[in-house]
T-cell receptor, first 112, second 110 residues
């Protein structure tokens, strides 16, 4: 079966711009979560969606937002980009309570 | 929140050697996974192991939930085993959230 698909793979944006990242989960998985990875902070939880509802949010500013669609695909948006937002953004999908999380290949965002 | 500590932070091995990576966590967990991050950044799931022992080829893992630790064993290491190994846990709060350790950077030299 197809894995978790993230698009785009690479992105270069300018400070102040906004960006939207996409994640398509494994078929049948309704929980999608997002993580940010930076050299300084490691892997940090951003938010989690289940059945189009945000169930949990990490400690990130309001510039970071997301949504989930009825087909379980999810998008995250970062507005007013800062240099510190440069990171690898990883998406994971899971069947709640079963079998763990599967991650996509990530989107590497560079803010210049 | 739950704390996850991995040791050692770095490990250098000769090809063919064995190694043990450790993950300690501070509270009870619903889920524990070991991941290997490949050079392109993808987290490859090695084990889903909230408790017990599992083996997959040269890799095996053991989680002792009551003592709040997990071990990842790599036997007969190969250069392709190089990379960063992460332990991640999901606490029992009911939220689908993984908390990651800082990882173990493994370098296997020929």
């Amino acid at each position: 079966k197809a894995g978790v698909t993230q698009t785009p793979r690479y992105l270069i944006k300018t400070r102040g711009q906004q960006v939207t990242l996409s994640c398509s989960p494994i078929s049948g998985h309704r929980s999608v979560s997002w993580y940010q990875q930076t050299p300084g902070q490691g892997l940090q939880f951003l938010f989690e969606y289940f059945s189009e509802t945000q169930r949990n949010k990490g400690n990130f500013p309001g510039r970071f937002s997301g949504r989930q669609f009825s087909n379980s695909r999810s998008e995250m948006n970062v507005s007013t980009l800062e240099l510190g937002d440069s990171a690898l953004y990883l998406c994971a999908s899971s069947l709640l309570g079963q079998g763990g999380y599967t991650f996509g290949s990530g989107t590497r965002l560079t803010v210049v | 929140g739950i704390q996850v500590e991995q040791s050692p932070p770095d490990l250098i091995l000769q090809e063919g050697a064995n190694s043990t990576l450790r993950c300690n966590f501070s509270d009870s967990v619903n889920n524990l996974q070991w991941f290997h991050q490949n050079p392109w950044g993808q987290l490859i799931n090695l084990f889903y192991i909230p408790s017990g022992t599992k083996q997959n080829g040269r890799l095996s893992a053991t989680t002792v939930a009551t003592e709040r630790y997990s071990l990842l064993y790599i036997s007969s290491s190969q250069t392709t085993d190089s990379g960063v190994y992460f332990c991640a846990v999901e606490d029992d709060s009911g939220y689908s959230t993984l908390t990651f350790g800082k990882g173990t950077m493994l370098l296997v030299s020929p």
